[in-house]
């Protein structure tokens, strides 16, 4: 795979520094049961990086340490690390919001029967990965079988009141299958709701639109069909000032399966560390006492990819998340 990280760090982007802190993002492995081609994981069935117990026990003192209002759970594929159920559980009990990144295909594994159960019994707000409405489409983003699967995973989840119960929330992701601008959040909102309502009885509650990262196996392919340069491009002629400030590294940390700190999951996989003292890479156990407000933000060309056009964060649009 082609590293994209000496192309993206030729690029200037505007300085940026943290506010207050309210999230949490854990990457707890990069193990998954897909192997999608536009993830920015690089994630699939044979990674084996995993979060081990003591880094999800020091997540759940931090939550606690640092009275942190959400836990967003990323992988691979969450739930096939040992420990997220724990987590899960022990964050809830703080009363700390916890959002579950599912790609859906998950809910059939086996050893996974009762995974639609376990979130909705802990009232765990489900991200879920739907690149588009159409059969077609998802297969050739994320395999065969994948759309199948996905529908039968949504309808278990709304059978269980996900997108219907206020308290069960269901947000769906979409991201453009290539090198483009992802449309307008709220006119694809309504074709899926139209679209999935109308074929497979299916609802949710929010659509969150995100553009793809030119990192990792989408940056690569990039680069080697030679699209990189205009893909980079059209990010920066879209780039909006109005879009930096509500950009997620400034109020969420990206913590990897070691403990290891980033200012967002995409410099986690750059390898780009959160600034943090001299020299050295910022561990959560060094952050339990430390506030991070005013601290530099590790930018790069890919930055672009959050604030072009509408936006782009882990919550969708950034202007539509304003409103
Ligand atoms: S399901 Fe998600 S984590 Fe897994 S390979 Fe696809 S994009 Fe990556
Ligand atoms: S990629 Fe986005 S979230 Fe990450 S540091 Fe850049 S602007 Fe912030």
Do not use: W
């Amino acid at each position: 795979m082609r590293d994209t990280l000496p192309l993206l760090d030729k690029i200037p982007f505007p300085a940026l520094r943290r506010g207050t802190l309210d999230t949490l993002q854990i990457n707890v492995g990069y193990r998954c049961n897909q192997s999608c081609f536009h993830c920015h994981v690089n994630a699939g069935p044979n990674r084996t990086e995993e979060m081990a117990a003591d880094v999800a026990e020091l997540a759940l003192a931090f939550l606690k340490r640092r009275n942190i209002g959400t836990l967003d759970v990323t992988g691979g594929a969450p739930e096939l690390n040992a420990h997220f159920r724990r987590l899960v559980t022990g964050a809830r009990a703080l009363g700390v919001k916890v959002m579950d990144r599912c790609n859906l295909t998950i809910l059939e594994q086996p050893g996974q029967e009762d995974l639609a159960e376990f979130l909705a019994g802990n009232r765990v707000e489900v991200v879920a990965s739907l690149p588009c409405y159409s059969l077609a489409n998802v297969e050739a983003q994320r395999g065969k079988g994948v759309f199948d699967a996905s529908i039968r995973g949504l309808r278990a989840l709304n059978a269980l009141g996900y997108g219907r119960d206020p308290a069960l929330v269901l947000n769906l992701v979409y991201n453009p299958l290539g090198p483009s601008l992802p449309p307008s959040q709220a006119g694809l909102e309504a074709s899926y709701k139209r679209e999935l309502g109308e074929h497979y009885g299916i609802v949710f509650n929010k659509l969150f639109v995100l553009a793809n990262m030119p990192i990792q196996r989408f940056g690569s392919t990039l680069v080697t069909k030679g699209e990189f340069d205009g893909y980079l491009g059209l990010l920066q002629d879209a780039h909006l000032d109005a879009n930096l400030d509500g950009v997620m590294c400034r109020s969420l940390i990206s913590v990897d399966y070691r403990g290891y700190v980033f200012d967002c999951d995409f410099n986690q996989m750059l390898d780009l560390p959160l600034p943090y003292g001299a020299n050295r890479r910022a561990h959560l156990a060094d952050l339990m006492d430390d506030d991070l407000a005013g601290n530099p933000i590790r930018v790069s060309g890919h930055c672009y990819g959050c604030t072009a056009g509408q936006g782009s964060s882990c919550g969708g649009a950034l202007k539509e998340a304003a409103e």
